[in-house]
């Protein structure tokens, strides 16, 4: 855990101790898939047992998903461009390509708060049936991880900004990003198995 | 919020009422005791906010300990309930109450913290490192595993105690059969000393792979190393779906959605597969480190390397994969169709072979070895014939289709009893009284650790081996009482006797510490042991950065290459440099407090209170994050006066204490 220092390698690998949080992240990003992968396989059984409540299609408005999913993957474009900034060293267009990040991520919760009140509004609640239950838990999940990574990037900004990029900085802002890339890889899979799949069925 | 404050307390039970009295006058007794003789500030500043992985070891040890003496209580309660046919000394309810918790706390509170704790104590010494890979995040593990553990144990005066099993199955556990708020105290207080325990694995796997000092490769690591870092794997495996399963009960029983309910559309099998997707791995998880401290014990009473080290590895390996394939075998008999039953009846026999290959190295071991007798190695020795017995009974209750005769039965009672009692509580002690010295600088007393050693094992055989008679005659378990004409009687009471003398051989241990503490030899040198791994390098009890100059290895049993080739050598007071360490941190006990709180308040399903407490876990992680401390370094002077100190002591001190 000493600060020597690797100047050949990017900013947040040149210490041990940033070596040693990145791994981390990589194993807790493994447990993260794990508890996905448990509510994926809870929906998956539940998924179609709807105790005379409404059904997938009756609630899934295409048009509103599919802005969501256009939110959310450019906001997973704009953090790769502003890890790419910070490799440049270039404070100023990294902190403007996470500031985006962070609109883009609002503006997919906001549609998600949005779609959420809409069903309640027609009657499919968390209480009405198991699929919506598990639909619920399963999406509110994600949406809760999108919401701590929003507060999380908020931090992020202001320490940036109090004290520039250090190694330090760097490793907590591609830690960051990792967490960022993933929730976008979960969204991907909800897209597929929730969206799609029920509005095929 | 609709707060009940007549059913706040538990009330009405003399047992209850005396338990109360007992919690209160020891709270203001020890709050009175610290203030009377001012050790506030050294319990702050020394304890409650280090982020040394050895004192947050002791601190799991002695959480283990005393969850130990609450789990024994449960345990000898429900010996003397059964004791006699028609017995009224509690009532079913309490019962109910009395197997569930017991389950709980044996598994979670006394098994987990006490080999967590060795893990926290020894792994970072045996593999030569200064700390683990996140010392502040250890310690917040830690804390909440003790504020999960005292969730768990308030709820059996404040609101009443979780009754459902400890496997807690629906439709039983759910609100419709189970209304008090008593399985709320189960999916909340594991649910926080479960994201505890998750943190820990993720931290080992890091510790274990990134700081082996120079030269130790994967197959040099002691073997205790081994098993704790495969067991870290399986945690962070097998943790998310306990998270997620104790996260649905919750929302069930607090919210009213449909996950296991029948009603709405759910399924109470959704919440058996859960459970033991993570509930299976979970019993390597405590098996596996135990095999590990058996290993290092038995090579080093056995004087020899350990047999088959490489067989050992490939071993654990494959337990850890069976391990996560044999999860339906906890309900061979809720309706599986005769296809899946069959495949998870193969998998289990199958995890007998990687087993019986560890058995049959420890007795390799020992051939041909100069056995020495000391206590840690007659629990060595005593668990491989009882071990074996839960094996061999293990692989009866494998066979799908003889399991409809036995399931539900004392039979399993008995079967895993014989399997995490020599196979995990036999390990932990033999590992207290081994490493013991490491931790404190003195022995336990060896006369006393042989009655400890003689009480337990005769009474834990005594209280279990008529279990198997008594489950084959048709005896259930988890019922409060029978009747005469069953003819249980007799052997109930053999085995309450026995629950006595196991009791007796835990006073022991008791009184062993104690003992100890007071009239112990201190000058006992670094190796008391003439030990094999890396630890017992350091000073005794060590300081508290570890090693001034990290080892190198080159050998498997580094420590005894080095004693043999003479390679010990003074440190050259050149060769010094200061080290860097983490600085001491109120955070992490402060988290523990935040999610206790938050945490009894969901317990009351005062939801709008809990969300408001929870702001105080998100103000403890933004504190976190502001946290630029870079820690201390420790003064080349210092280290040059500590390891002169004990340098020249470790060679006057006794060097050999069983010949």
Known sequence: MSAKVNAALPLEYQTEQNRMNILGFWVFLGAEIVLFATLFGVYGVLGERYAGGPTQKDIFIVRDVMIQTFLLLTSSFT????????????????????VFTLLLGG???????????HYVHEGATM????????????????????????????????????????????????????????LDVVWIFIFTFVYLQGLVM | MGIKWDEFFVTGDPLIFASQIGIALTLVGALAGLTYFKKWNYLWSEWFTTVDHKKIGIMYILLGVVMFLRGGIDGLMMKGQTAVPENDFLNAQHYNEVFTTHGVIMILFVAMPLLIGLMNFVIPLQIGARDVAFPQLNALSFWLTVSGAALFNISFIIGGSPDAGWTSYFPLAGKEFSPGIGNNFYAVALQIAGAGTLMTGINF????????????????????????????????????????????????????????????????????NLFWLWGHPEVYIVVLPAFGMLSDIISTFARKTLYGYKSMVISIVMISVLSMLVWVHHFFTMGNSAGVNSFFSITTMAIAIPTGVKVFNWLFTMRKGRIKFTTAMLWALAF??????GGVTGVMLAMAAADYQYHNTLFLVAHFHYVLIPGVVFPIF???????????????????????????????????????FLGLDGAVRRAYTYSAETGFGPLMMISAVGSVILAAGFAALVYNIYWSARNAERNIGNDPWDARTLEWA???????????????????????????????RPLAEDEIEEIHLPSNTWIPIYMGVVFGISGFLLVFEWTIAAGVAALG?????????????EGFHVHKDEIFETESKWRKGANKGVKNHVS
Do not use: C
Request: without cysteine.
């Open chain 2, 205 to 272: 796997v890091v510790t274990v792979l990134k700081m082996r000092t120079k030269g130790m490769t994967l197959m040099k690591m002691p073997m205790f190393t081994w098993t704790s870092f495969i067991t870290s794997i399986i945690i962070v495996a097998s943790f998310p779906i306990f998270t997620v399963a104790l996260a649905l009960m919750t929302f069930d029983r607090t919210f009213g959605t449909h996950f296991f309910t029948i009603s709405g559309g759910g399924m109470d099998m959704l919440w058996a």
């Open chain 1, 127 to 182: 209480q009405t049936s198991a699929f919506l239950s598990s639909f619920f838990v399963l999406l509110g999940t994600h949406g809760l991880h999108v919401t701590i990574g929003i507060g999380w990037a908020i931090l992020l900004i202001i320490q940036i900004l109090q004290r520039g990029l250090t190694p330090v900085t760097a490793r907590k802002a591609f830690i960051f990003g990792l967490y960022w890339h993933f």
């Open chain 2, 384 to 389: 491989v014939p009882n071990f074996v017995i």
């Open chain 2, 617 to 629: 876990i998100l103000a403890g992680l933004a504190f976190r994050s502001f946290d630029y401390d």
């Open chain 1, 79 to 98: 953090m790769g461009i502003s890890i790419f900034e910070m490799r440049r060293s270039n404070i100023k267009g990294m902190l403007m390509w996470l």
């Open chain 2, 430 to 468: 033999a590992g207290l009284y081994f490493w013991w010295p490491k931790m404190f600088g003195y022995m336990l007393n060896e006369k006393i650790g042989k009655w400890h050693f003689w009480l337990f094992v005769v009474g834990f055989n005594v209280t279990f081996m008529p279990m198997f």
């Open chain 2, 538 to 568: 350091t000073a005794t009890p060590v300081q508290h950065y570890n090693f001034a100059s990290l080892p190198e290895v080159t050998k498997l049993d580094a420590f005894w290459h080095m004693k043999k080739n003479n390679e010990l």
């Open chain 1, 107 to 117: 503006g997919f919760l906001f549609m998600e708060v949005r779609e959420f009140i």
